[in-house]
C-alpha cells in the first residue's frame, strides 16, 4: 500500500470515527485502538494510550488532540491537521445548525418549553461527569483539600480569570511534592523545538492585543474560545463551568435556558464536546443576522481548538523524555484536582441549590430533581446511551 493509499485510509476512518463516535473521550479513545491499531495497524496500542496519556497533561480537547497526534506521527504536520478537520467538522457543523435554529425559534417567537426536561438532563450529565472525575483524580488528603479550594473559588468569585489561577495555583502545590515521586534514571536532556509554542504564545498575546484595539465580535469571540481552549485540563467537562461563568454570569451572552439547552444536544451527537463552542458562538452573535452567526460558530471552534493543537505539535516530539521529569508529574495531581472542584462547583452553579448571585438556571422543582437524579443513576448504570437519552427528553418535552 503506498503512502497516498494509506494516508487516505486513515482519513477516512477518522471520519467513521467522527460520524460515530457517541460518548465523549473513552468512546473515542476505544474506536481508535480497535480501528486503528487492532484492524489497520497503523499504530500499537501502547501507543494510542500513551498519546491519550500525554493529551492529560496538555489543556485542550483530548480525543481531537490523540487524532492529531496520531496523524502527526503517521504522515507530519499536514495529515494531522487534515485529520483534525474531519474529526471536529461533523460535530461542529451540527452544533452551528444547532445554535441557529434555536436563534431562529426565539426570533420567531416559538417557545423553547420543549427542552424543558432537556436542561435538568444536562445539569444530571454535569453533575455525574464531576463525580466520575473526582473519583478518578481525588487520591490524597492533599487532592481533596485543593479539589475544595478549586470549588470555594470558582463558586463565590464570579470571574474567568479566577479559573487559570486556580489551576496555576494547585499545580504549583503539588509540584512541591516532586521528592515524593522516584526519580527516572533514564532521564535525558531535553532537545526542544520551540516554534509551535511560539506560534501558540504569539497568538494569545496578538489576540488579547486586537481585542482591546478592535470592537469586533469575531475577533472578541475568537480570543474568549482560544483563551478558554488554552487552559482546559481533563475534557469538554472542565470547559463547562468557564463558558458558564463567563458567558451566562459575566457577560450574559446567553441565558441559562440556552446554556443548558445547548449542552444536552451536545450530548446527543457524535464527535469532540468542544463543538458545543460552536452553539455559544452562534447565540453569542445573534444581533449580526444568520451569516454573523454561522461565522461566529466557525469562529469559536477555530479558536477553542487551535490552541490544542499547537500545544500537541509543541510537545509531541520530546513527550517521552518530559514524562520523566519528576515535578510535571507531581504538578498533575493538583490540576486534576482543581479541575474536578471546577466541574463540581458548575454543576453546583447550574442546579441553582444556593442562593450566590448566579442567574437563575433551572427551577428547583421536585421535578426538576428527580430528572437530574434520574440521569446521573442511568449514566451510571451505562444501560442507556446518552444520545438516547436526550432524544427521550426532547421526545417527552414535545409530548407534554
Request: hydrophobic share 55%.
Amino acid at each position: 500500500m503506498s503512502h497516498s493509499q494509506k494516508y487516505t485510509l486513515f482519513l477516512k476512518d477518522v471520519f467513521l470515527i467522527a460520524i460515530s463516535g457517541f460518548g465523549g473521550n473513552p468512546a473515542h479513545i476505544a474506536m481508535m485502538i480497535d480501528i486503528m491499531a487492532v484492524k489497520r495497524k497503523y499504530i500499537s496500542e501502547e501507543e494510542i494510550i500513551e498519546v491519550f496519556a500525554l493529551t492529560q497533561v496538555l489543556p485542550g480537547p483530548t480525543s481531537s488532540q490523540t487524532i492529531t497526534a496520531i496523524g502527526h506521527k503517521l504522515g507530519g504536520p499536514r495529515l494531522a491537521v487534515i485529520a483534525l478537520i474531519i474529526f471536529i467538522l461533523p460535530a461542529v457543523t451540527i452544533m452551528t445548525v444547532a445554535g441557529v435554529s434555536i436563534n431562529w425559534l426565539l426570533e420567531n417567537n416559538f417557545s423553547l418549553s420543549f427542552t424543558r426536561f432537556v436542561q435538568p438532563m444536562a445539569v444530571g450529565f454535569v453533575a455525574f461527569a464531576a463525580y466520575r472525575i473526582a473519583r478518578k483524580v481525588i487520591n490524597s488528603l492533599l487532592a481533596v483539600l485543593l479539589m475544595l479550594a478549586s470549588i470555594f473559588l470558582s463558586l463565590f468569585f464570579q470571574s474567568p480569570y479566577i479559573f487559570p489561577l486556580i489551576l496555576l495555583g494547585s499545580g504549583f502545590i503539588t509540584g512541591l511534592k516532586y521528592k515524593l515521586h522516584p526519580e527516572d534514571e533514564t532521564k535525558k536532556k531535553l532537545h526542544i523545538k520551540w516554534f509551535y509554542f511560539l506560534m501558540w504564545a504569539g497568538t494569545f498575546i496578538v489576540l488579547a492585543i486586537l481585542t482591546g484595539i478592535f470592537d469586533f465580535l469575531p475577533i472578541s469571540l475568537f480570543e474568549n474560545f482560544y483563551r478558554n481552549g488554552s487552559l482546559i485540563f481533563g475534557g469538554g467537562q472542565v470547559l463547562i463551568p468557564l463558558l458558564h461563568t463567563e458567558f451566562v454570569e459575566f457577560k450574559h451572552a446567553l441565558t441559562s435556558q440556552e446554556f443548558l439547552t445547548g449542552y444536552g444536544m451536545a450530548q446527543a451527537i457524535p464527535g469532540p464536546g468542544f463543538a458545543f463552542c460552536s452553539y455559544m458562538g452562534v447565540l453569542s452573535s445573534r444581533e449580526a443576522g444568520i451569516p454573523g452567526e454561522i461565522v461566529g460558530g466557525l469562529v469559536s471552534a477555530a479558536g477553542v481548538f487551535l490552541p490544542g493543537t499547537f500545544l500537541i505539535f509543541f510537545i509531541v516530539n520530546f513527550w517521552d523524555d518530559l514524562k520523566k521529569y519528576r515535578i510535571i508529574r507531581a504538578s498533575l495531581e493538583g490540576i486534576h484536582a482543581s479541575s474536578s472542584g471546577m466541574v463540581i462547583a458548575a454543576a453546583i452553579m447550574l442546579m441553582g441549590t444556593l442562593d450566590l448571585g448566579f442567574q437563575q438556571n433551572i427551577e428547583p422543582s421536585l421535578t426538576n430533581w428527580i430528572i437530574i437524579i434520574g440521569t446521573m443513576l442511568i449514566l451510571a448504570s451505562k444501560k442507556v446511551a446518552p444520545p438516547l437519552l436526550i432524544f427521550f427528553g426532547l421526545l417527552a418535552g414535545i409530548i407534554l
